[in-house]
């Protein structure tokens, strides 16, 4: 039976290299369920998988479009089901990896056609939460959408910008948009979760943040200075170095502020990801007792 597994988790928990030796084991790729490591452009900031491992086995959804470029969850959702067909022709198993919460269930359920967003609208909001930062951010959606407010992620700003952009371009509440029932895919979906002990984790998450001052984020990040207000750089990782780059911190401050925010944010996915009862979770040390379990539910 024609199988998707999809391997989830918090930032810097491991998933890159257990996603290509499950790919490895059923002889067949990886679809990335990430929302920046789409773009050419970023990569040092985004933790792309190497050249080396993009070479191991096939990968989808990585490098596939321009920071010029928008994308959503509905366009993942397009795209991700075109893969999986493409994967289906020749193997009967796919495998996709990320942490993108929303992506994830976009390819699970199905996910509402949003209305467009003027860029001016998009523009104005960014400019304002850089300014005014995330408490005034918090409070206007609060204020203007408190039913959307009720059950938000109130530590996320993507999250929240999209529901002012959404209110401010069309007048209706972001969860009017929200009403299209679940979609049953044509294919059995397996859902593993892979996390790690709060210690291991963070000090995993400050390792991969040296290593991206290393590898030169802080140029990457000026490369892609014209694009700061594009959504993907409204993220941990990018932000920070902006600042720095306006001369608002230090290079250790920001270097700090990332360790902070990448740790606040792995919270954060494993309170969404802890949501879902289809998944079953792992170790993300023990790749065998994962392998053991997809090839006796497989």
């Known amino acids: ?76 959702e397009k795209l991700a089901l075109q893969y999986t067909q ?10 996709m990896c990320g942490g993108t919460g929303l992506y994830i269930k976009a390819f699970c359920e199905g996910i509402d056609d949003m209305p467009p967003i003027p860029a001016a609208i998009r523009q104005q909001i960014t400019a304002q939460y850089e300014q005014k930062g995330l408490p005034w951010l918090q409070q206007q959606v609060q204020e203007q959408d408190p039913g959307f407010y009720a059950n938000a992620e109130i530590q996320n700003p993507m999250r929240l910008m999209r529901a002012l952009e959404v209110l401010r371009a069309t007048g209706r509440s ?8 679940r979609v049953q895919r044509d294919f059995r979906i397996i859902k593993i979760g ?34 700061r207000h594009h959504n993907a750089l409204q993220t941990v990782g990018y932000q920070e170095i902006f600042d720095h780059l306006d001369g608002a911190t230090s290079l250790d401050t920001a270097i700090d502020l990332i360790k902070t925010h990448t740790r606040q944010y792995a ?31 497989v």
């Open 267 to 297: 919270k954060r996915q494993l309170t969404w990801f802890r949501k879902d009862a289809e998944i079953t979770w792992f170790d993300a040390r023990d790749h065998h007792a994962v392998l053991q379990h997809l090839q006796h539910t």
């Open 1 to 76: 039976m024609r199988t998707v597994i999809i391997l989830s988790g918090p930032t810097a928990s491991g998933k890159t290299a257990l996603a290509i030796r499950i790919a490895q084991t059923f002889g067949t790729a990886v679809i990335s369920a990430d929302s920046r490591q789409c773009y050419r452009e970023l990569s040092i900031g985004t933790a792309k998988p190497s050249p080396q491992e993009l070479q191991t086995v096939p990968h989808y959804f990585i490098d596939s479009h321009s920071i010029k470029e928008e994308v959503s969850a509905g366009l993942f």
């Open 86 to 95: 493409q994967i289906f022709a020749n193997n009967e198993v796919a495998v």
């Open 174 to 181: 972001i969860t009017t948009f929200r009403t299209a029932p």
């Open 194 to 227: 892979i996390t790690l002990p709060k210690e291991l984790l963070h000090q995993n998450i400050h390792t991969r943040v040296d290593h991206m001052i290393a590898s030169g984020l802080v140029a990457e990040v000026q490369h892609v200075l014209p694009y």
